[in-house]
């Protein structure tokens, strides 16, 4: 949250960009200065401005904040190098005044007839207050305007705790004092707060920033209202079924982290395990659940959530004794018009205006549209119906002051204690609950000790079920879905060595912007010590590289398995114990180790497809309890000039994933960034889903990407499909962008029969099935989103018959001239990217398109 | 045994110093039958088996190459497959035979154990079994059909033959471990014949390029046979052993194996069967009593020294308890200045700079009032890393390696290693799993 006073152009003229200033206090040493200024300003030459009082209103923080708005012609200001100051004199009744001022420096100013624009605001605490305010520019014109304000609680509001003093004057700062609750008294014991991040429009891409600073705001608001001996934080979105943040002791200092979660997700980036299940809206119902079976459950459960944006599992049935346990609320925020009703909306009028400015008392904030009718209309959401089950209380929330009586009322209905609760190891949210532990007290020497929690003996455990994986994984294959984000340096490619990249990367995050995102979907099983790779679904395992199936961008293997049993299964080791840390409310030992070049079986790729091994470092998170592996870090070595990257880091989350009767020790999600030598930079964002034993009829062979049986078939048949012959291919099965990955099957059909020309013979009927696959599904920071796809086989007499095809690039009615030259210009040319030739590329108008069932393209066959 | 054997005489193989005073089927069945005398009264004797094993990495960092290109180099290596001793450790096992092939325990344990085979004790780094009477006795008595005269040299005392042979995986008893399961491999060699005394001098095993899953590309073996005298009696056993491993990394490990300490069972010694716990008398006749519950902290101090240069795991050491130890389930006291003994598990010197030793040390008994209390102890690291977080940097951990748990792993710098007598460390006692 940051004060702001911005300046910006009104009218048809926009040449002018608009400019964010800041609205502060008046530091203790320029009062004097500043009263000089107003009891100057009677003689000052007039400076011609129209100002327009905000009155105050209640925010979200439960906060009174008020401001102006002052429009002035631009004419005055013609040029360069003119600047503004606005001073506020703030006077509490019966208190001292409050000075608040700020000078803006204006950009170029042409000759128009617009206006220009500066707004600022503030906060106040209850109480009455005169304003004097006072514009002057830099040739000493000035416009003075006077008015009142009242900031005064209503309904409920009058009986929660005041969030400032009364009479009080303060600028907004991005620092502002969270309310923490007094230390002592009673409190509530446990409160959860379930927190669905999502936009207020369901269309948008991102959480607008003002329903995050709404959320924000809640969030302080509740710490500072309900004040408890333990606050537990779960931070979800339902669109892309994860868990942005969670945290136990969840305090006020955590509030920038809650923000930084919501302003990193991104809707249209969607994590690769929802991607392969769409579908299931299971988040909310799990949370819900593992909340119920928490060891020792919360006093109340708020979830709050944009009303718009909520759903949750019709057959979702949690244990209803185990429900009772709970109080819980339900918040659906609906701001029926805009997201700050009525921060702005003129709850008081301006009361006074000495005649030199032109006062208007309206106020204005550009309305952020909300999905739906208003509240009272709208039918109640799934999950208020659930809420109804359970006997839980739906709480709406339409404005700052609705969501003031909601606090109201679950303060009133909870039950303060005076002692905080006995500790509680939590259990995280991917695992099972598990009974209170007590930490461990180190015993005297010649004492007993619970030895679990030896750092040693915790790795150990480790290492063994590692490696008792490893023994097993060979046998299983798994989907991996990779989302790989392209970045490049805003300021262009950098010249600069690995050494002076990574230093600076070290202290500083790079500005870069991306550039592209894509998808990818594959096979993944582990053979003779390293991974192996097929597209998503393929009769057979490549022999080839990874890097040869996928030739485009960066891409990591041994995410799978090879890169954690490389760390254990190093003869010599050596590991240090970094000691304790908490995260996400979870204690955990970590681990640093090191493996040196010699010993390293960590391979990369040169620009000239040779391999060079490197050696790398990290750490091991691991939780001392169950020695379950939570996270594991690896940085490889600079690594050197022969290979497109500085550095390569690897981020893994691990967790047991139980499939198919199988516990995989798989990484749930992991994070791989190339730092590239130009500054550019590559993550990947991997999962597995999907994962499988061999089974009899399975077998994990390796060889040609083409059906046996299609061979068989093809030499059974004759068929031998010569060069040069036009097919035409309609789309059977839509294909959608969003949610689609390189590797996924497609399935078309002939529209015509396919004929040998020559020969004067149909090899394929009309109407046989083609099956194909996309090769590329990508979006770039043009807005360009691009299916890239290319068939593989047709059936014949239920047999699939291998097919090259090419698309048929030809440029309808491309006739010749007299002359001989060609006779049509300005056709719009796309070359295929370099091994793309053989591929049809569409450009999509949006993430949510699709290529329509029905689709027709023309192809052309070519050697095999 | 209904076992028919074809000799193949290929002259163009002879060597130049032919004498055909004997006829090599003759000399070659005579040898097959020494074997078999041999093989009928090794069950009576056991030996102990020095092993000491060198591994070695590429100069070069490890990239996967085919097991055919590593084969084909391994006489002249590139630049980056020729080999650097990266890691050297010593074995020390008593081993016997008995119907189904070699037995092993740690050299001392006066009990062989159920259905143990070697990598149940040695469980990091290749080894190989046989050494001691089975390799022998499956080329000669089992699964060899033809064997080829290779070479022949005849000198005025003697002169010997080696004749070559090669067994199909389907007749072949030779096996490699493959994940949980022994599977028989195609190998070939070379038997050497004296052909005076009709003993056996050399064996020479090659198994060829192995299957991927076998985690190696190629084993070789090579036995060098000597008489010994046991118990006053002449006796045929292996006098030099090497082993060679051949990694697909391009890495490989060596092994020199020796057996010493022959001996033939006597009334108060034979080979007995059964959980280790009872063999845990080494040194005592003293009964079992008790068993010491684990999460009680001691510290030891060595009573003699442990020379690296000479030490290999499966050596005893002994210690003593400098504090005591108070248990109260069961109630134990047992006194300071207690005799702890305990096994070597690993003895390793480490061949990078800067050169150093590991040793893996496990207690396993403590003297208590003239009983012996079974004892098990992992090193105390917690003890250790909150010292060094005051004053020191902080340790790098050592982990006991696959199947040495529970033990203390140590490290020495240096190569020639003596840890004093006197010696201090800080344990703490761990569970003592029945038949373990």
């Known amino acids: 949250m940051r004060a702001v006073a911005a300046l910006r152009v009104t009218g048809l003229t926009v040449a002018i960009c608009a400019v964010t200033t800041a609205q502060s206090l008046v530091e203790p040493g320029q009062i004097a200065a500043t009263e000089d200024r107003f009891a100057s300003a009677v003689r000052a030459a007039r400076l011609r401005c129209s100002f327009s009082p905000i009155q105050a209103s209640l925010g979200y923080d439960l906060e009174y904040q008020t401001g102006y708005r002052i429009t002035f012609p631009l004419s005055q200001e013609v040029g360069t190098g003119h600047e503004v100051t606005v001073l506020l004199r703030v006077i509490p009744d019966g208190r001292a005044p409050v000075y608040l001022g700020k000078t803006e420096a204006l950009p170029e100013v042409p000759v128009t007839k617009a206006d220009g624009e500066l707004t600022g605001n503030f906060l106040v605490g209850e109480g009455s207050y005169s304003l004097d305010a006072l514009v002057h520019d830099d040739a000493k014109r000035v416009c003075t305007s006077k008015w009142r304000i009242q900031a005064k609680p209503s309904g409920g509001e009058r009986e929660l705790k005041p969030s400032a003093p009364p009479s009080s004057v303060r600028e907004i700062s991005s620092q502002q004092a969270m309310g923490a609750p007094a230390q002592g008294g009673s409190r509530i014991e446990r409160l959860t707060i379930l927190l669905h991040a999502a936009p207020a429009r369901p269309q948008a891409a991102k959480v607008e920033q003002a329903t995050a600073t709404m959320f924000e705001h809640s969030l302080a608001s509740i710490l500072n209202q309900l004040p408890a001996w333990s606050v537990r934080l779960v931070v979800f979105n339902l669109n892309q079924q994860a868990v942005l943040f969670q945290k136990d002791d969840f305090t006020a200092a955590d509030l920038p982290r809650v923000a930084e979660a919501m302003e990193q997700m991104e809707l249209a980036r969607v994590d690769v395990r929802t991607l392969q299940n769409r579908h299931k809206v299971d988040v909310l119902s799990d949370l819900i659940d593992k909340e119920t079976r928490q060891a020792k459950p919360a006093t109340a459960v708020i979830l709050m959530a944009p009303r718009s944006a909520a759903h949750l599992d019709p057959s979702f049935q949690p244990d209803p004794q185990q429900m009772a346990v709970s109080r819980w609320f339900y918040l659906p925020y609906h701001p029926a018009t805009s997201l700050m009703p009525q921060r702005f909306g003129g709850r008081g009028m301006a009361s006074g205006d000495d005649g030199t400015g032109d006062m208007s008392p309206h106020g204005r904030q550009g309305p952020i549209p909300m999905a739906g009718p208003p509240l009272g209309a709208q039918p109640a959401d799934a999950v208020e119906q659930f809420y109804k089950r359970i006997k839980g209380e739906t709480l709406s929330v339409g404005t700052p002051h609705e969501f003031a009586e909601a606090l109201r009322r679950i303060s009133a209905e909870l039950p303060a204690v005076k002692a905080a609760p006995a500790p509680v190891v939590s259990a995280p949210l991917s695992a099972e609950p598990k009974p209170p532990a007590v930490e461990p007290t180190e015993p005297p020497a010649g004492g007993e000790l619970g030895v679990q929690e030896n750092p040693v003996e915790v790795l150990m455990r480790l290492r063994d079920r590692v490696l008792e994986h490893a023994r097993k994984v060979p046998n299983h294959i798994c989907v991996e879905t990779v989302e790989r984000q392209r970045f490049e340096p805003v300021v262009g490619r950098l010249h600069k060595s690995c050494e002076a990249l990574l230093d600076a990367r070290s202290r500083s995050a790079p500005s870069l912007r991306r550039d592209s995102t894509d998808w990818l979907r594959l096979d993944v099983g582990l053979a003779d010590n390293h991974e192996i790779f097929s597209w998503a679904g393929a009769a057979h395992f490549e022999e080839r590289d990874l890097d040869e199936i996928v030739p485009e961008g960066a891409i990591g293997t041994g995410l799978f398995a090879t890169l954690l049993l490389s760390v254990f299964e190093n003869r010599n080791p050596h590991y240090q114990f970094a000691g304790e840390e908490t995260v996400d409310g979870r204690r955990l030992f970590t681990y640093s180790f090191k493996v040196p070049q010699a010993e390293s079986h960590y391979r990369v790729k040169t620009r000239q497809k040779d391999w060079i091994v490197t050696g790398y470092e990290g750490e091991l998170l691991v939780n001392p309890r169950t020695a379950e592996l939570v996270r594991i870090n690896v940085r490889t070595d600079q690594l050197p000039d022969s290979t497109s990257s500085c550095e390569i880091d690897t981020v893994m989350e691990y967790g047991i994933v139980p499939l198919d009767g199988f516990d995989y020790l798989l990484p749930q999600s992991t994070r791989q960034r190339f730092i590239g030598r130009e500054g550019d930079e590559a993550e990947n964002r991997t999962g597995f889903a999907s994962c499988r034993e061999y089974r009899g009829e399975s077998t994990l062979t390796f060889g040609g990407s083409a059906d046996a049986k299609g061979g068989a078939a093809r030499n059974r048949l004759g068929v031998a499909l010569p060069a040069g012959q036009a097919a035409v291919i309609e789309l059977t099965k839509a294909i959608a962008f969003q949610g689609s990955a390189a590797g996924d099957p497609i399935e078309g059909r002939l529209a015509g029969p396919l004929r040998d020309t020559q020969r004067d013979v149909t090899l394929a009927p009309q109407g046989a099935k083609v099956v194909g696959r996309l090769m590329r599904v990508e979006t770039r920071a043009t807005g360009q989103y691009s299916i890239a796809l290319r068939w593989e086989t047709v059936e014949l007499d239920g047999m699939k018959v291998p097919l090259s095809l090419k698309p048929n690039r030809a440029i309808p009615d491309l006739r010749r001239s007299p002359q001989g030259t060609l006779q049509r210009r300005g056709v719009e040319i796309e070359l295929p990217r370099a091994g793309e030739e053989h591929y049809a590329v569409y450009h999509l108008t949006g993430k949510d398109s699709r290529l329509e069932a029905g689709l027709r393209t023309e192809w052309v066959t070519i050697e095999p | ?436």
């Not at chain 2, 009576?44 to 590593?70: D, K, M, Q, W």
């Not at chain 2, 020191?392 to 050592?398: C, E, F, G, R, T």
Request: glycine share 8%.
């Open chain 2, 1 to 436: 045994m209904g076992h028919h054997r074809t000799l193949i005489w290929v002259p163009a193989l002879l060597g130049c110093a032919w004498a055909a005073d004997r006829d090599p089927a003759q000399i070659l069945s005579e040898a097959t039958a020494k074997v078999a005398a041999r093989s009928a009264s090794l069950p009576h004797y056991t030996c102990v088996e020095n092993v000491e094993r060198n591994f070695y990495g590429p100069t070069r960092a490890t990239l996967p190459r085919a097991c055919s290109i590593l084969m084909a180099q391994r006489p002249d290596p590139t630049f980056d497959l020729s080999l650097r001793l990266s890691t050297t450790d010593r074995l020390r096992l008593d081993v016997a035979l008995v119907d189904n092939g070699e037995i092993y325990s740690w050299a001392g344990a006066s009990h062989f154990r159920d259905n143990d085979s070697i990598d149940k004790l040695v469980r990091a780094g290749p080894i190989g079994t046989g050494v001691f009477a089975g390799l022998l006795d499956v080329v000669m008595l089992h699964d060899v059909q033809r064997f080829y005269v290779r070479q022949r040299q005849a000198s005025a005392g003697g002169g010997w033959i080696e004749y070559s042979f090669r067994v199909p995986t389907a007749a072949s008893h030779y096996r490699v471990k493959i994940g949980d399961q022994w599977v028989p491999v195609a190998y070939s060699g070379t038997v050497t014949v004296d052909s005076r005394t009709n003993d056996v001098v050399r064996l020479t095993i090659d198994s060829g390029e192995l299957p991927k899953a076998a985690g190696l590309c190629q084993i070789k073996e090579s036995v060098e046979f000597g008489a010994a005298e046991i118990a006053g009696q002449p006796f045929l056993l292996p006098s030099e052993v090497r082993q060679g491993f051949l990694n697909p990394n391009g890495g490989a490990v060596e092994n020199a194996i020796h057996l010493t300490n022959c001996r033939e069972y006597s009334a108060e010694s034979s080979i007995h069967f059964g959980p280790e716990e009872s063999t845990e008398t080494t040194g005592s006749a003293a009964p079992l009593q008790a068993v010491l519950p684990e999460g009680l902290h001691f510290t030891l101090e060595l009573v003699s020294p442990i020379d690296i240069d000479r030490a290999a795991a499966g050596d005893n050491f002994q210690a003593r308890l400098v504090h005591p130890i108070h248990a109260k389930k069961p109630n134990l006291s047992i006194p300071a200045g207690a005799i702890v003994e305990g096994r070597l598990l690993r003895v390793e010197t480490i061949h990078r700079r800067p050169l150093r030793v590991q040793l893996a040390l496990s207690p396993r008994t403590v003297q208590m009032n003239g009983e012996t209390v079974l004892l098990r102890g992992t090193r105390d690291w917690k003890t250790t890393m909150d010292r060094a977080r005051i004053n020191q940097p902080v340790p790098a951990i050592l982990l006991p390696l696959p199947g040495e748990n529970p033990s203390g792993v140590f490290e020495f710098v240096g190569q020639h290693v003596v840890v004093p007598k006197g010696f201090r460390s800080e344990w703490w006692s761990a569970l003592v799993e029945t038949g373990k």
